[in-house]
C-alpha cells in the first residue's frame, strides 16, 4: 500500500526562526489509515523538511537530505548550507522526474550561518526560497490565511499562532487533512517539537 499524505503544510521565516506546521491525518483515496503521521521530519538539528505527497517517495527523499547533510559533514568538516543541500534535492527530483518521478511537495527549512531559510520544492525539482510557504491539498486555504496575516517583523509567537491557524483553517475545508497540528520551531542553536491534537491541548513539549 502506497498511502497518499494528502495533507496541509506551512512553514514561515520571522526574525531568527524558522516555523513549520502540518497536520496528522494520512490518506490513501478515500480512506483515513492514520491519524498521528508526522509529516515534519528533522534531517539535522538546524534543519527540517515537511512532506506531502506519496509517503513511500517523501520518506526516502528524507532519508536522502539527512545522507547527504551527514556526508557533507563528514566530508568538508562543517554543516552543509540550506541552500545547497535544497540544491540537491532538487536534483534528484529532476533526475528521476523522467523515469520514476517522486509525487511530492517539500518545504526545507533551517537556520544555517546564512540565517534562517525556507525552500519549497516539488515534482519537477522547481526550488523557490520563500518567506512563507504552504504545500498539500488543504494549502489554498492555508494560504488564504497566510496571505492575510504575516508581516516579516512579526514575532516567534505570532508566527506560531500564525502557522498552526492556517493548517487549522485547512483542517475545517480539507477532508483529507485533520486529527491535530504538529508545530517545530527551528532558530540559532534551537530545535523545539510540539504537538496539538484536538481532543487534547498539548501531547508533548520537548
Not at 540550506?82 to 526545507?108: E, H, K, T
Not at 494549502?139 to 514575532?155: D, F, H, I, Q, T
Request: aromatic share 10%; hydrophobic share 40%.
Amino acid at each position: 500500500m502506497n498511502t497518499e499524505s494528502r495533507t496541509t503544510t506551512v512553514g514561515l521565516v520571522v526574525g531568527d526562526y524558522v516555523v513549520l506546521a502540518a497536520d496528522k491525518r494520512a490518506t490513501g483515496g478515500p480512506m483515513v489509515y492514520h491519524k498521528r503521521v508526522r509529516k515534519i521530519h528533522k534531517i539535522t538539528d538546524y534543519a527540517a523538511m515537511t512532506i506531502s505527497g506519496l509517503v513511500a517517495d517523501a520518506q526516502v527523499l528524507v532519508d536522502e537530505a539527512r545522507y547527504i547533510a551527514r556526508l557533507y559533514e563528514l566530508d568538508y568538516g562543517r554543516r552543509i548550507a540550506l541552500r545547497s543541500l535544497s540544491n540537491y534535492m532538487s536534483l534528484i527530483l529532476s533526475a528521476y522526474l523522467r523515469y520514476v518521478p517522486f509525487i511530492v511537495q517539500l518545504l526545507l527549512g533551517g537556520v544555517d550561518e546564512e540565517g534562517p531559510s525556507l525552500y519549497y520544492l516539488d515534482l519537477y525539482g522547481s526550488i523557490s526560497k520563500e518567506n512563507y510557504a504552504s504545500t498539500g491539498s488543504g494549502s489554498p486555504v492555508a494560504y488564504g490565511v497566510l496571505e492575510k496575516e504575516y508581516r516579516k517583523n512579526m514575532s516567534l509567537e505570532e508566527a506560531k499562532h500564525l502557522a498552526f491557524k492556517a493548517v487549522e483553517a485547512a483542517l475545517s475545508r480539507d477532508g483529507f487533512s485533520g486529527e491535530g497540528v504538529d508545530v517545530v520551531v527551528i532558530g540559532p542553536n534551537y530545535y523545539t517539537e510540539e504537538t496539538f491534537l484536538f481532543e487534547k491541548k498539548l501531547l508533548s513539549n520537548q
